[in-house]
């Protein structure tokens, strides 16, 4: 009994060992630069986010450290640094909020708050409730100093990765003061 002739062709195709890497070349390729593509862009975003968490933790130092007060251009400065320290071509911003411990209340209460670029608002007595328990415990009268910056992301490429506000926080008390403080004109 003999096979029918398309049949033939499609077994004996299948079992042909010869042919040229250039036709698996190209079914391949594709998916070798997807590949390619999408891991330069998943390093380039955790290499932003990283920086964007580091120099949220210097400036977070810098304020601890700070003796003398600090005021608009002061904060202002600040989100220059964090641009700078980022190296991101892309907005960011930042927000410096002090709140004190009052244990007669059981509560935090804010003390100034500040913020730079397109960051929300500088917190109020109102937003500070919802932060609260991020704050960790203080003993009465302590400070802390609550820094939080936001950095967009835009991808290197277009891989189905949609763009992202990168947000960190970073919480540290006064070193040398009892409390950080505002004035208007520094």
Known sequence: ???PLPRKRLVRFARCEDGSYSVE?????????????????????????NANLRTTYTIADMLSRQSDPVGPRFVDGLGRI?????QGKNETSLRV?????????GKHELVWSDSTGNAPAPITDVTLAQLSPSIPALSNGSTAIIVETWMDYEPVFKIGLSPHRFHHSAIVTPRFRPQLKYEAGA
């Open 1 to 3: 009994m003999t096979m």
């Open 25 to 49: 070349a190209v079914m391949i390729l594709p998916l070798l630069l997807w590949v390619a593509l999408a891991s330069m862009t998943f390093i380039d975003g955790y290499r932003q986010q």
């Open 82 to 86: 964090h641009t700078f320290l980022t």
């Open 97 to 105: 909020t002090v709140a004190i411990w009052n244990e007669p209340d």
